[in-house]
């Protein structure tokens, strides 16, 4: 149940320079922090073509009984059933193999991890644990709450199932593989899935929450492009989830967040050719973000779904403005699109970048550093255009907070809200906030993001992304599925009547 953050937690490279760590790139570029991860760098469960040589068990139909509670597993005689390994406390590799992406949850302590190599380890996993301790699958790591690494639960690390194949237009990916490494294989096919940009992002959680990404507005989220799905359920049944196949689980897996429903072992994705990429930054002046941020909601929403862009408050006195993305085209086509931003905003950038890349080289524009960060984060979501002036100053006096607004609309926005789990269709941009965190000031800037979201909520910005998942966001089921919550809940009492897999906001809760 990783909540694997979409576009969050990237740094980036930007021409003629050196790599840059995430909050150099974020002042430097102006592109997009996000999942859980998000999204949505934000929420997320594992899937990817399972990377084993044993054989796959058959996929089962129909949900499962309901399960006892019964005591904690025999691990001695659980291990003897894996393929992969199971690390306890106190033996080596125990500390490493319990860490997420957020140092703030390395306090946290399972009671074991167990390193899958297989969908059959998973089952086994499932089926020796299943009501005697709390379960957690985890892909990246980079759950925004921690929720990957349960204190005194389960860790079902599914970063062994790795593998990316591409198949002509199709792509089979398991649930443990990272970004990097499925745009990577993707890119040597000639093909694309539009995805987040932290490289370590795991695609399992960034899909189950949806998958905003640099190329959702022109072809759609991720989850938008899942074809079928392997899945273990709660009773260790290996499912496939298609539209013809548990036609409920799938819908579920499309945007109802990462760890709800079973543990995801594979998924297979249609992909898009490969396309060619311009890619942006705009640095305005100081005292400009509120005429910026009022120009830029008018214009996204007017721009063609070819161009995606976002916006990054970074908090302080003054706010600063920077915009940056990319465009599905050339580089004149691009400077006619954003001149009309800057005439519209009235300010004239201080620095201006344009640069053509192929479809990898613009993936990794977006990526920066995979090290591990300390931070405390939450979302909104914008449907109609707020108030500028409101939102920069939430920004004012935030020194080290950035408000990362990212652009929707165009493909997004075509299936019905009711189509798929992700409920946020006709949204005009999702916000990510982001700051950085110690375990000393923890509980300071979580009540300082706490008070930006309530506050954005005021000015008209309500709702929230579940990749970006956040355990203080008031109404938090409300916000992330809207109408189709009552659904979500349907269907994890379907699959997972006795909530095997529970944790603080599954939808059961």
Same mark, same amino acid.
């Given at each position: 149940?990783?909540?694997?953050?979409?576009?969050? =937690?990237?740094?980036?490279?930007?021409?003629?320079?050196?790599?840059?760590?995430?909050?150099?790139?974020?002042?430097?570029?102006?592109?997009?922090?996000?999942?859980?991860?998000?999204?949505?760098?934000?929420?997320?469960?594992?899937?990817?073509?399972? %990377?084993?040589? %044993?054989?796959?068990?058959?996929?089962?139909?129909?949900?499962?009984?309901?399960?006892? !509670?019964?005591?904690?597993?025999?691990?001695?005689?659980?291990?003897?059933?894996?393929?992969?390994?199971?690390?306890?406390?106190?033996?080596?590799?125990?500390?490493?193999?319990?860490?997420?992406?957020?140092?703030?949850?390395?306090?946290?302590?399972?009671?074991?991890?167990?390193?899958?190599?297989?969908?059959?380890?998973?089952?086994?996993?499932?089926?020796?644990?299943?009501?005697? !301790?709390?379960?957690?699958?985890?892909?990246?790591?980079?759950?925004?709450?921690?929720?990957?690494?349960?204190?005194?639960?389960?860790?079902?690390?599914?970063?062994?199932?790795?593998?990316?194949?591409? =198949? /002509?237009?199709?792509?089979? $990916?398991?649930?443990?593989?990272?970004?990097?490494?499925?745009?990577?294989?993707?890119?040597?096919?000639?093909?694309?899935?539009?995805?987040?940009?932290?490289?370590? #992002?795991? $695609? &399992?959680?960034?899909?189950?929450?949806?998958?905003?990404?640099?190329?959702?507005?022109? @072809?759609?989220?991720?989850?938008?492009?899942?074809?079928?799905?392997?899945?273990?359920?709660?009773?260790?049944?290996?499912?496939?989830?298609?539209?013809?196949?548990?036609?409920?689980?799938?819908?579920?897996?499309?945007?109802?967040?990462?760890?709800?429903?079973? $543990?995801?072992?594979?998924?297979?994705?249609?992909?898009?050719?490969?396309?060619?990429?311009?890619?942006?930054?705009?640095?305005?002046?100081?005292?400009?973000?509120?005429?910026?941020?009022?120009?830029?909601?008018?214009? $996204?929403?007017?721009?063609?779904?070819?161009?995606?862009?976002?916006?990054?408050?970074?908090?302080?006195? *003054?706010?600063?403005?920077? #915009?940056?993305?990319? @465009?599905?085209?050339?580089?004149?086509?691009?400077?006619?699109?954003?001149?009309?931003?800057?005439?519209?905003? /009235? +300010?004239?950038?201080? =620095?201006?970048?344009?640069?053509?890349?192929?479809?990898?080289?613009?993936?990794?524009?977006?990526?920066?550093?995979?090290?591990? =960060?300390?931070? #405390?984060?939450?979302?909104?979501?914008?449907?109609? *255009?707020?108030?500028?002036?409101?939102?920069?100053?939430?920004?004012?006096?935030?020194?080290?907070?950035?408000?990362?607004?990212?652009?929707?609309?165009?493909?997004?926005?075509?299936?019905?809200?009711?189509?798929?789990?992700?409920?946020?269709?006709?949204?005009?941009?999702?916000?990510?906030?982001?700051?950085?965190?110690?375990?000393?000031?923890?509980?300071?800037?979580?009540?300082?993001?706490?008070?930006?979201? +309530?506050?954005? %909520? &005021?000015?008209?910005?309500?709702?929230?992304?579940?990749?970006?998942?956040?355990?203080?966001?008031?109404?938090?089921?409300?916000?992330?599925?809207?109408?189709?919550?009552?659904?979500?809940?349907?269907?994890?009492?379907?699959?997972? *009547?006795?909530?095997?897999?529970?944790?603080?906001?599954? #939808?059961?809760?």
């Amino acid at each position: 149940m990783d909540s694997e953050h979409d576009l969050g =937690q990237p740094a980036g490279r930007l021409p003629g320079h050196a790599p840059l760590d995430r909050r150099a790139f974020l002042r430097i570029a102006g592109v997009s922090a996000a999942g859980a991860v998000a999204a949505a760098c934000g929420p997320g469960d594992p899937s990817t073509p399972v %990377a084993s040589t %044993a054989p796959t068990a058959p996929a089962t139909s129909g949900p499962p009984a309901s399960r006892p !509670v019964t005591g904690p597993p025999n691990w001695d005689e659980l291990r003897t059933k894996l393929s992969g390994g199971l690390l306890r406390p106190g033996v080596d590799g125990y500390d490493t193999a319990r860490r997420a992406f957020n140092p703030l949850f390395d306090t946290n302590n399972p009671v074991a991890v167990v390193k899958a190599s297989s969908a059959q380890d998973v089952q086994v996993t499932v089926q020796a644990a299943a009501g005697g !301790v709390t379960l957690a699958a985890r892909s990246g790591g980079h759950s925004y709450a921690g929720y990957s690494v349960p204190e005194s639960g389960l860790v079902v690390d599914v970063s062994g199932l790795n593998r990316v194949d591409v =198949q /002509g237009t199709t792509a089979l $990916i398991g649930a443990g593989a990272k970004l990097k490494d499925v745009y990577a294989g993707l890119a040597r096919a000639g093909r694309a899935l539009p995805a987040g940009s932290c490289p370590t #992002v795991g $695609i &399992a959680g960034l899909t189950l929450g949806g998958g905003i990404g640099v190329l959702s507005r022109k @072809y759609g989220l991720t989850c938008d492009h899942l074809s079928s799905a392997q899945v273990v359920t709660a009773d260790g049944k290996l499912l496939t989830a298609s539209a013809s196949s548990e036609p409920d689980l799938f819908w579920a897996l499309r945007g109802g967040g990462g760890g709800n429903f079973g $543990i995801v072992t594979e998924f297979t994705f249609e992909t898009d050719p490969a396309p060619d990429l311009t890619v942006f930054s705009l640095h305005f002046p100081a005292g400009s973000a509120a005429g910026v941020l009022g120009a830029w909601q008018q214009w $996204i929403a007017a721009m063609p779904p070819e161009l995606w862009a976002n916006l990054v408050l970074s908090g302080g006195s *003054p706010v600063q403005c920077r #915009v940056g993305g990319c @465009y599905v085209g050339g580089v004149a086509g691009l400077n006619t699109l954003l001149n009309n931003l800057t005439t519209n905003a /009235g +300010a004239r950038p201080t =620095q201006r970048t344009v640069k053509s890349l192929d479809f990898l080289g613009a993936m990794k524009f977006f990526e920066g550093s995979s090290a591990r =960060q300390s931070f #405390v984060a939450s979302s909104r979501i914008i449907t109609t *255009p707020v108030d500028a002036a409101k939102v920069v100053a939430l920004a004012e006096g935030q020194p080290g907070m950035d408000l990362l607004i990212d652009g929707l609309g165009g493909k997004v926005a075509e299936p019905a809200k009711d189509a798929t789990a992700f409920w946020h269709r006709d949204a005009l941009a999702s916000v990510q906030i982001y700051a950085p965190a110690t375990a000393k000031n923890r509980a300071k800037v979580t009540q300082s993001v706490g008070e930006v979201a +309530a506050g954005l %909520a &005021a000015a008209g910005a309500g709702g929230g992304y579940v990749n970006y998942i956040d355990p203080a966001l008031p109404d938090w089921k409300a916000a992330y599925y809207g109408d189709n919550a009552k659904r979500l809940q349907d269907v994890a009492k379907k699959y997972d *009547p006795a909530n095997v897999f529970r944790f603080g906001q599954s #939808v059961l809760s």
